[in-house]
């Protein structure tokens, strides 16, 4: 399993519109090769800075597929109005893991 974990800055006072955008395009995510789930996390330090964390498959499933999919363009529509800067993307694999 990979996580995308994908740090976005929203422009202040468009927070709720935000998530809004991220409810109605997780259908986008989840109809995606190799998504398993989606968690929106925002930071208390920085209210206007949120975690997309994304579960794939495998990295093509998100650098490949998804990115190059309509599913990528309607999800950049939906919530790409609201972006203060260009999301800062990282890819982990855990290497060590307790539940």
């Keep these: 399993m990979i996580l995308e974990i994908a740090t976005l800055d929203i422009q202040p006072g468009q927070e709720e519109a935000f998530e809004a955008g991220v409810r ?3 259908p986008l995510f989840m109809r995606s090769k190799g998504c398993h789930g989606l968690t929106l996390q925002r930071v208390i330090e920085q209210p206007s800075r949120y975690l ?3 579960r794939w498959e ?8 998804f990115r ?3 599913e990528f363009q309607d999800w950049r529509g939906l919530v790409g109005p609201y972006f203060a800067s260009a999301p800062a993307v990282v890819h982990v694999q855990a290497v060590v893991e307790t539940q």
Excluded: C, F, N, P
């Excluded at 495998?58 to 597929?65: A, K, R």
């Design 24 to 26: 109605q395009a997780t």
């Design 52 to 54: 997309l964390i994304v």
């Design 58 to 65: 495998t990295l093509e499933d998100h650098t490949v597929h």
């Design 68 to 70: 190059g999919s309509q």
